[in-house]
């Protein structure tokens, strides 16, 4: 599930199907109702696709239910109003593979950049990444909606951080989230080897989701390549909650369900 101030109220996104299996040049279409409708009181639909390949930060696809960005080929498209709605893929291409949310969100526009690019570091140490964005994040409601998220090696994404400085459950507290306003950081104290990873921020406070590039990403020994997967998600404005990954067999592009995050 995922929320985002924009539409009022909780709002508990459901993606279908949980598993596709499909052969490059077939179409596939993914799912997506939302609990209430997500027309805003400014007469918009603030329901967006976004993808988010192995080893490369998350893309937007689709804005405002049917709007390609500007670099998505047509083979994308989205549709639907109210509650319901469907990202269609023709002509599926083994680069599709990824993890592919819907979401709903507010306006706006924002630039970000993280730092450093890499970190080379010792078990035991610390580490920082900083985290700069081109215009305050403080919501009209008072929140500021920044958030951290680590991807390991042969695993799906992973909220760490909500909303600047809490922790998600089961997030050790040798991660710390600070900042306000336009700066940021997460911290991790006592670095461990399975800290290894790619690290990203991402806000929730405008429209479109910002991709953070470059991400920060973990040097430490013994990193697995990352698999090619297609897998289906989302989260709540608290968390991004766990996905089970499918590796693709040969040609098939497979998906598999976000579980539900603890609201």
């Known amino acids: 599930m995922l929320w985002i101030p924009g539409s009022t109220g909780d709002v508990v996104m459901t993606q279908t199907p949980h598993t596709?299996?499909?052969?490059?040049?077939?179409?596939?279409?993914?799912?997506?109702?939302?609990?209430?409708?997500?027309?805003?009181?400014?007469?918009?639909?603030?329901?967006h696709w976004m993808v988010h390949k192995p080893g490369q930060a998350p893309r937007g696809l689709i804005y405002l239910v049917s709007n390609r960005y500007s670099d998505i080929p047509d083979r994308f498209s989205g549709s639907g109003a109210g509650t319901d709605f469907t990202l269609r893929i023709s002509r599926v291409e083994p680069e599709d593979a990824g993890i592919y949310c819907c979401w709903q969100g507010?306006?706006?526009?924002?630039?970000?950049?993280?730092?450093?690019?890499?970190?080379?570091?010792?078990?035991?140490?610390?580490?920082?990444i900083s985290y700069r964005a081109s215009q305050s994040l403080v919501h009209s409601d008072g929140n500021t909606y920044l958030n951290w998220m680590v991807h390991k090696p042969g695993q799906a994404p992973r909220g760490l951080i909500y909303k600047i400085s809490n922790r998600n459950s089961g997030i050790p507290d040798r991660f710390s989230g600070s900042g306000a306003g336009?700066?940021?950081?997460?911290?991790?104290?006592?670095?461990?080897?399975?800290?290894?990873?790619?690290?990203?921020?991402?806000?929730?406070?405008?429209?479109p989701p910002t991709v953070i590039q470059p991400r920060t990403q973990t040097s430490l020994p013994g990193e697995a390549q990352l698999p090619s997967v297609l897998c289906l998600g989302s989260s709540t404005a608290e968390s991004l909650s766990p996905c089970e990954r499918k590796r693709l067999k040969n040609s098939e592009v497979q998906s598999a369900a976000m579980a539900s995050a603890q609201a």
């Open 20 to 47: 596709l299996s499909i052969t490059p040049g077939e179409s596939a279409s993914i799912s997506c109702r939302a609990s209430k409708s997500l027309v805003h009181s400014n007469g918009n639909t603030y329901l």
């Open 106 to 128: 507010s306006t706006g526009d924002v630039v970000m950049t993280q730092t450093p690019h890499t970190l080379s570091i010792t078990p035991g140490e610390s580490a920082s």
């Open 182 to 207: 336009t700066d940021f950081t997460l911290r991790i104290s006592k670095l461990e080897p399975e800290d290894a990873g790619i690290y990203y921020c991402w806000q929730g406070t405008h429209f």
